[in-house]
């Protein structure tokens, strides 16, 4: 059994994103997350810690024909990043993880790809 591991980082600058960005790059059940949150900071934050998750995973899967609003991240019991269902099936047996960050004026995240045969596609 090969153990095979693929990553993905991307990092954003808050203050680059919109409200049109986001609305475009967001999947319906972040949509719904979105819109719950208080503030325009706040939701800024969210918006671009999910374009830095979409990108790296985009970059861990080796794979640039998925659409932006199919790839969701949404929020665990805890408060953290997990993916969809939809996105799980895209990485079939291979087992997938994401972290992201906020600071000031940067999100950055990192996913990460668990393969466990040659098959997985990853």
Same mark, same amino acid.
């Given at each position: 059994?090969? %153990?095979?591991?693929? +990553?993905? &980082?991307?990092? $954003?600058?808050? !203050?680059?994103? +919109?409200? !049109?960005?986001?609305?475009?790059? %967001?999947?319906?059940?972040?949509?719904?997350?979105?819109? !719950?949150?208080?503030?325009? #900071?706040? #939701?800024?934050?969210?918006?671009? @810690? #999910?374009?830095?998750?979409?990108?790296?995973? &985009?970059?861990?899967?080796?794979?640039? /024909?998925?659409?932006?609003?199919?790839?969701?991240?949404? &929020?665990? /019991?805890? @408060?953290?990043? &997990?993916? !969809?269902?939809? %996105?799980?099936?895209? +990485?079939?047996?291979?087992?997938? +993880?994401?972290?992201?960050?906020?600071?000031?004026?940067?999100?950055?995240?990192? $996913?990460?790809?668990?393969?466990?045969?040659?098959? /997985?596609?990853?």
């Amino acid at each position: 059994m090969n %153990l095979n591991i693929r +990553t993905g &980082i991307d990092i $954003v600058k808050i !203050s680059r994103m +919109t409200e !049109s960005i986001a609305k475009r790059i %967001l999947g319906e059940e972040e949509k719904v997350i979105f819109d !719950s949150l208080g503030g325009e #900071r706040r #939701r800024m934050e969210f918006a671009a @810690g #999910r374009f830095a998750a979409k990108e790296a995973f &985009i970059k861990a899967l080796g794979r640039k /024909d998925i659409e932006f609003s199919k790839i969701q991240f949404l &929020i665990d /019991d805890g @408060g953290g990043p &997990i993916p !969809s269902e939809e %996105l799980k099936q895209l +990485t079939k047996k291979a087992d997938l +993880t994401v972290s992201i960050s906020h600071e000031r004026e940067y999100a950055v995240s990192i $996913v990460i790809i668990f393969g466990r045969d040659q098959d /997985d596609n990853v």
